[in-house]
């Protein structure tokens, strides 16, 4: 064996011999260091559900509390992009009932993006936590597809593209 042949079977840490015969060779397992993958993850989430579920007796003032769930919107931030999803033009329509009830049409810049089902997530749980707000049902949308015209002034300026 050369010196090199050697060194690579130093550096290996786990040796399987190899089997003898066909039915040895279904009987080798190898060992699992990692739990199981779960089937969906949260990148797949394309909906979240926010809020207490409990309505207001009297109707609630809705644009009082659209103007408070956009401000919300404004803290939610997409972790790669340092400038807000509601800035950054993600948000397409947020819809508020008399009853507390309010609907959220979203998108994200590319429909891979690794933290799409967080963000859908956090939209959902902040919105839901705005005075007023008894469910808020965040849907993930694709049409029309998001494109840099919908970024506001402030976000082009931000990142350097005005």
């Given at each position: ?51 207490s579920g409990v309505k207001s007796e009297a109707p609630i003032d809705t644009e009082a509390v659209k103007a408070a769930i956009i401000e919300t919107l404004k803290t939610v931030y997409d972790p790669e992009i340092p ?80």
């Open positions: 064996m050369s010196e090199q042949d050697a060194d690579i079977e130093a550096l290996k840490v786990n040796k399987i011999p190899a089997p003898a015969s066909r039915d040895q060779a279904s009987r080798v397992f190898l060992p699992t260091f990692l739990p199981p993958m779960p089937t969906t993850s949260e990148a797949d989430i394309s909906e979240a559900y926010g809020g400038v807000n999803i509601y800035e950054l033009g993600l948000i397409y329509d947020v819809v508020v009932e008399p009853d507390g009830e309010v609907q959220i049409d979203m998108t994200l810049t590319a429909p891979a993006c690794p933290v799409a089902g967080m963000l859908v997530k956090e939209v959902a749980d902040k919105s839901g936590d705005v005075p007023g707000v008894a469910t808020s049902h965040v849907k993930l949308v694709w049409d029309p597809p998001w494109t840099k015209e919908r970024m506001s002034e402030d976000a082009l300026l931000e990142l350097g593209m005005l």
